[in-house]
């Protein structure tokens, strides 16, 4: 199936453009996360217009004119910040016209100070490519024994390349304890923990469980449309 690869670079323009990590734009400050199990703010991850004025960016099935924001709990990693629905993460959207005109900052804790800032990394160009799942098969990616029994090259392609566990659409590239804890809806988008630069190389974008992967999940059949994240390594 389609999906749209993404190679960053440090630093991301200013604005709702495509972006891990630095300070979310615009956000009301009363909508910043705060994690259920710990009491403070969450960490910045991602931020995910659903259209962009990048041509060769994805146009993603959320709401028309609204822009994805995701958070984690990076405190201490004691948080089960990697459960879709433990509260230690968090992903919403938001309509443009609900944004203001500038980078927000986290909210302070009053003992703990500020949260773990995620180094800002920009998308620097969009790869378009083939998953490897054909499109009658993307059912059997949501569940844990159906996948399992998929041959490897349609299952896990590519040995687990990091080039291929970022992408935009598509079915999820689970890592090796597969289709583990699938919240209901399809997939976004998913974030390796390392990220591939322009410059040849890797980053590090957070604490995934060491060398996890974030997925985000939309769920369509809630109106509106319902988001989760579930990490697995
Ligand atoms: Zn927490």
Not at 41 to 48: D, I, K, P, Y
Request: some cysteine.
């Amino acid at each position: 199936m389609k999906s749209h690869y993404p190679t960053y670079c440090a630093g991301a323009a200013p604005g709702l453009v495509h972006k891990l990590g630095g300070l979310p734009w615009g956000l009301p400050i009363a909508h910043w996360p705060v994690c259920k199990e710990c009491g403070r703010a969450m960490s910045f991850l991602a931020q995910v217009p659903g259209q962009s004025a990048d041509d060769n960016a994805p146009e993603l099935p959320i709401p028309a004119g609204e822009v994805l924001f995701a958070f984690k709990c990076e405190w201490d990693s004691i948080c089960s910040f990697w459960e879709s629905d433990g509260g230690a993460n968090a992903v919403f959207s938001l309509p443009r016209t609900a944004l203001g005109d500038g980078p927000t900052a986290p909210p302070e804790h009053a003992e703990d100070g500020f949260p773990e800032l995620i180094p800002e990394l920009g998308v620097a160009h969009w790869r378009t490519d083939d998953d490897g799942a054909p499109a009658e098969l993307e059912a059997d990616f949501y569940d844990y024994g159906r996948h399992d029994d998929l041959p490897d090259e349609i299952a896990h392609p590519h040995d687990w390349a990091t080039e291929w566990r970022t992408k935009f659409g598509g079915v999820p590239y689970w890592t090796a304890n597969g289709a583990q804890g699938v919240p209901p809806g399809r997939l976004l988008l998913q974030i390796d923990n390392c990220v591939p630069m322009q410059e040849g190389g890797y980053s590090e974008v957070a604490n995934f469980c060491s060398d996890g992967t974030a997925y985000i999940f939309i769920d369509n059949a809630q109106t509106p449309p319902g988001y989760s994240m579930l990490i697995n390594r």
